[in-house]
């Protein structure tokens, strides 16, 4: 069983940056593809960027490609999201979760998932 904890939420101006991580806890983290997903207030929760177990392979949604990227460090245990040029749009929790089948953008296939942890950018 993997936990997952999110940290580096926060309050940010557009045009602003943040970094959050995504910390798991059990041995066997290094094996699981690694995504990130986000929840606007009144929406569905949507896939935001995923990255296989190795951190070979990258996915990321049309609407933060190019400005969003997802990184991991296995011996750390933890995953990032760098999230860059931030828009208003971008207010979210932010969730990531673990698949060990692969990377996908299919949110059902997660089998462990985060707390969330909230952005908010202010225009």
């Known amino acids: 069983q993997v936990q997952l904890v999110e940290s580096g939420g926060g309050l940010v101006q557009a045009g602003g940056s943040l970094r959050l991580s995504c910390a798991g806890s059990g041995r066997t983290f290094s094996v699981y593809a690694m995504g990130w997903f986000r929840q606007a207030p009144g929406k569905e929760r949507d896939f935001v960027a995923s990255?296989?177990?190795?951190?070979?392979?990258?996915y990321y949604a049309d609407s933060v490609k190019g400005r969003f990227t997802i990184s991991r460090d296995n011996a750390k245990n933890t995953v990032y999201l760098q999230m860059n040029s931030l828009k208003p749009e971008d207010t979210a929790v932010y969730y990531c979760a673990a698949d060990h089948r692969g990377a996908t953008m299919n949110q059902r296939l997660y089998d462990y998932w985060g707390q969330g942890t909230k952005v908010t950018v202010s225009s």
């Open positions: 990255i296989s177990s190795s951190g070979g392979l990258t």
